[in-house]
């Protein structure tokens, strides 16, 4: 799986717009990218997945420039219930090391 | 369809000892992933089952084992437990495409 990069927390509040970036500057062609969002002692949750221009769920939605080598994870009018740790992946299949998670996001909403 | 279907919820376990915990895949899906999530360590890959045969491995002792039955549900055993062995150990059905539905996760307390 191609390396992410993602900031290790954010803040912001109740109604806003969160946008999370996540950078995988050497993804790989057939590579799509997915999102996962893990509160404590449960496991993670699939967001949304893309791979190219932009995709839109119930939940989110993800933006994914012409060069791939970024993505936006975009939560809209977030919730205190949001709060949680927002993982980014980029790969296509499990591979040998299956998926690899990296340190996430912890995304913190405040009142 | 039901989720990912992990039992127990929560042990605990004394030095030494054997665990045996299980997981029941979404019906239908034949591919069942480990993964092994800790503080310090976030969340580590463990093994992949695909239709009874294991096809990955992540960097774990011999005392972690797993094995996958025809029905695709699926065991792992750690054996001579030690403190670091605490954790939550999660099970996943991984579709296609770095896209895995996680089950909630036993949480195994070493004392």
């Known amino acids: 799986l191609a390396k992410t990069t993602q900031p290790i927390s954010m803040d912001s509040y109740e109604g806003q717009e969160v946008n999370i970036t996540c950078s995988h500057n050497?993804?790989?062609?057939?590579?799509?990218i997915t999102w996962y969002q893990q509160f404590p002692s449960q496991g993670p949750r699939f967001i949304i997945q893309g791979y190219k221009t932009k995709v839109t769920n119930e939940v989110a939605s993800l933006f994914i420039p012409a060069d791939r080598k970024s993505s936006t994870l975009s939560l809209p009018r977030v919730s205190l219930s949001d709060t949680a740790v927002y993982y980014c992946?980029?790969?296509?299949?499990?591979?040998?090391?299956?998926?690899?998670f990296g340190k996430g996001t912890h995304l913190i909403i405040q009142p | 369809k039901a989720g990912v279907t992990q039992t127990p919820r929560y042990l605990i376990k004394t030095r030494g000892q054997q665990v045996t915990l299980s997981c029941s895949p979404i019906s239908g899906h034949r591919s069942v992933s480990w993964y092994q999530q800790t503080p310090g360590q976030g969340l580590q890959f463990l093994f992949e089952?695909?239709?009874?045969?294991?096809?990955n491995k992540g960097n774990f002792p011999g005392r972690f084992s797993g094995r996958q039955f025809s029905n695709s549900r699926s065991e792992m055993n750690v054996s001579t437990l030690e403190l670091g062995d605490s954790a939550l150990y999660l099970c996943a059905s991984i579709v296609r495409v770095i896209k895995a539905f996680f089950g909630q996760g036993t949480r195994l307390t070493v004392v």
């Open positions: 992946l980029v790969g296509e299949g499990g591979g040998a090391d299956g998926l690899t």
């Open positions: 089952y695909f239709s009874e045969t294991q096809r």
């Open positions: 050497n993804i790989a062609t057939n590579d799509y």
